[in-house]
């Protein structure tokens, strides 16, 4: 960044961190002392601010309480070795909430804005940034329309914020997860590629249904037929097939994660034949009884990589090969780790310094 907008600043009276353990902070609980802010009305981005956490005040007839008109995005600040901030590919997050805005109806958020904003907020709280291991920031973009009208109708007015807050490591067990074949995340056509508020409401119910089965997490299957594998709660879906990386095109039915880019991005980088292409419940099931499945896993910000130990398919529980032998995965979470926290070089620009 080289030129800032003109960001107001007001501090907060009293710091909460003094409460907070940075060693070990739970997720989505403890919020940054700090949030940024911008609002739009007569057309244009204005009034940016930065000022103490704190709640809002939305009328009840607030459209997006009613019709979900809220985008988000997720990413991560990590403490690098000599005390930096450093967050990972930032500028990919606000693009992608600018194609969310797109089919969402809502006034992008300019790029500059966004990183402006970013790097403001977090320079205030940097503090807030934990060091232990395996911890980071969590940074959560947010826009929503605002106008106070119950008719159906794009928004004239719309607020974008940023909250951040500690989040401790992501133990991630290997985890079960079920082939779903009746329930439905996203449609060709639909808004399964933006990251919109209503796409996780409606996952809730059969993710809740899977879970009392005993699964971690469901895979999405597509709309038309339950055919082809898709993607897994909030994150893409990867496999190893062959030492080939498999995975589903992001089309309009998928989110376009960061983190799946990323894996891409390596696995490329290292000379890996990387197939992204339909991948259909059969092969998936043929690979797994046939031993040629090597590795699965889902990729997204949170975990960076969670490891799938089995795959269930009309009742059926089908085992994957020890978490331990997986060399391709194992080695994309290293790599992926040490880039984070500015152990690594950085080869493709992901990492943007505070
Ligand atoms: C956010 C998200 C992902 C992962 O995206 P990242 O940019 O890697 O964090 C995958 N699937 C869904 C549905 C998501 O919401």
């Not at 969310?100 to 904003?117: D, I, K, N, Q, Y």
């Amino acid at each position: 960044m080289t030129d800032t907008l003109e960001i107001q600043i007001t501090r907060t009276q009293q710091s909460k961190l003094q409460d907070v353990d940075l060693s070990n902070p739970v997720f989505g609980k403890v919020y940054s002392d700090h949030m940024f802010m911008a609002d739009f009305y007569n057309g244009e981005w204005k009034d940016l601010r930065i000022v103490p956490y704190g709640n809002l005040q939305i009328s009840p007839a607030n459209t997006t309480l009613h019709y979900a008109s809220s985008i988000f995005e997720g990413l991560k600040a990590y403490r690098g070795e000599n005390g930096e901030i450093l967050i990972f590919r930032p500028e990919a997050n606000a693009k992608r909430l600018i194609t969310s805005a797109h089919r969402m109806c809502m006034p992008p958020v300019p790029e500059e804005l966004f990183m402006s904003g970013l790097q403001e907020l977090l320079k205030l709280d940097q503090d807030w940034v934990p060091s232990a291991p395996g911890t980071s920031l969590y940074i959560r973009p947010l826009q929503m329309a605002m106008d106070p009208y119950i008719g159906i109708r794009p928004s004239d007015t719309y607020s974008f914020m940023i909250i951040t807050g500690p989040v401790g490591p992501y133990y991630s067990k290997p985890v079960k997860v079920k082939i779903e074949t009746h329930y439905t995340r996203a449609a060709p056509g639909g808004t399964g590629f933006a990251k919109t508020g209503g796409n996780y409401a409606a996952a809730l119910q059969p993710a809740l249904e899977a879970q009392k089965e005993g699964y971690d997490q469901l895979i999405w299957t597509d709309a038309r037929e339950h055919l082809y594998v898709e993607e897994s709660g909030t994150m893409n879906l990867m496999f190893v097939i062959e030492d080939k990386l498999v995975t589903p095109p992001a089309g309009d039915s998928i989110l376009h994660g960061i983190t799946r880019d990323s894996i891409i991005t390596l696995a490329k980088d290292q000379g890996m034949t990387v197939e992204e292409r339909p991948v259909s419940i059969a092969e998936v099931i043929e690979t797994l009884k046939g031993g040629k499945m090597q590795e699965a896993f889902g990729a997204g910000t949170a975990a960076t990589i969670a490891q799938i130990k089995t795959i269930a398919y009309e009742g059926v529980d089908y085992e994957l090969p020890e978490v331990e032998s997986r060399k391709y995965s194992n080695s994309f979470l290293q790599t992926l780790n040490n880039i984070k926290e500015g152990k690594a070089e950085d080869p493709h620009n992901w990492i943007y310094q505070v």
